[in-house]
Every structure is written in C-alpha cells, then in structure tokens.
C-alpha cells in the first residue's frame, strides 16, 4: 500500500459506522507504522466526507473507484475476517486486549514505577516509532497506569501471576534482556525493509 492507493474496508475492527465493510476511500499518508490515514468517499455526494485511521490489514488495495458501494454476503465477510487475522499476525505481535509482560528495564519505565515482570493489556497496537501503548496493573493500588513500551520490552503471557510482578533470578533476566535485543534487531529489519519499499 502507497499515498493516493484507493482502498476499501474489508474488516471492521471497532464495529463502528465509520469503518463498516465495503466503504471506500483514498490513502492520505502513513502514521506510525502498518497504518494509515484514508479519506472516505461519499457514493451519494461524490465528495470526500471524512478521514479515518485505520490499520493496513483491515483493507485492501482496489484497481480504480468502483461506482457504488458493494454488499457482501456473509461468507464473503468471513473470508474477510480471515485475511484480516492472516494480515494481523504478519505485521506485528501483538493484539489489543492481549496480556503482556515487561521483559526488560529501562529508565523511562522505572520513572512510572515498573520494570520486568509487571504486567498489563495493550489497549492500542498502533505503534508509533517503535512503541504501543499499554495499561500496566498495579496489583497494590489495583490501578492501572497508561505506558508507552517499546515493543521489544514486551512479551504475551498466558493469565496472570499469582505472584505479580514475578521475580526473576539475574540468569533469567539476561535470557530475557538477549531475546529483547533480538527483537530490535527483528523489527529494525522490518522498518527498513518497509522504509526502501514505500519511501517512509
């Protein structure tokens, strides 16, 4: 996908009227990465009505404007939902709602009061230079605090600890930190591969 693409919805995420299956509309520009800015298009006015964020996976590239919007079967909306997760897996880790621990310490994590072993959901998986963004639960204050990780210091989890945060040992904690490191090295791959191919 590229600036100027005409897209068309093909999942919607959020069950919004603003996303539903089948809308249409023009890619503006990229924000963050894997997702994007589109104008919708108006059937009935002809115009432009409005712009919306959305993930890469949830369209797909047409050859020109159709000339109305298309209804779907129910089959067809489940093929979509497929592509959708097919997409979803391929782009990035992580899922919204999915539980995660910090795997890694960094001063900008200590600065909130959490560090490895403390655990949260992903609220949202548009990542933005690297980061998404998560609640992290304090299990004392049984608050949630809203941070921004970068998305090699995460990893999923099953369910949550007993024993929140778990306590690692020193060797642990080194396998975690190298398999951190590995994954920055993955994902800068990744970035610079997308940067050559799209110009961003």
Known sequence: ????DIVEIIYNKDGGNRTEIGKVGIIKHPFGNYNWLVDIYNFTTGKIEYGEELKEEQ???????PKENR???ANEIEE??????VKEGELRNFKEYDLVEII???????????????MGIIYSNVEYRGRIHMLVRDMQEEEDTELS???????IVDKWYKDHPKKYTDQEKESLLRWSEERAKFFKQKDEERRKKYGY
């Open 104 to 118: 890694r310490d960094r001063p900008e994590y200590a600065e909130e009061g959490f560090g490895i072993g403390d």
């Open 59 to 65: 369209l797909r590239v047409l050859d020109n404007m």
């Open 71 to 73: 209804e779907y079967t």
């Open 80 to 85: 979509f939902r497929k592509i959708y997760e």
């Open 149 to 155: 990780v970068r998305r090699e210091d995460v990893r």
């Open 1 to 4: 996908m590229k600036i100027n």
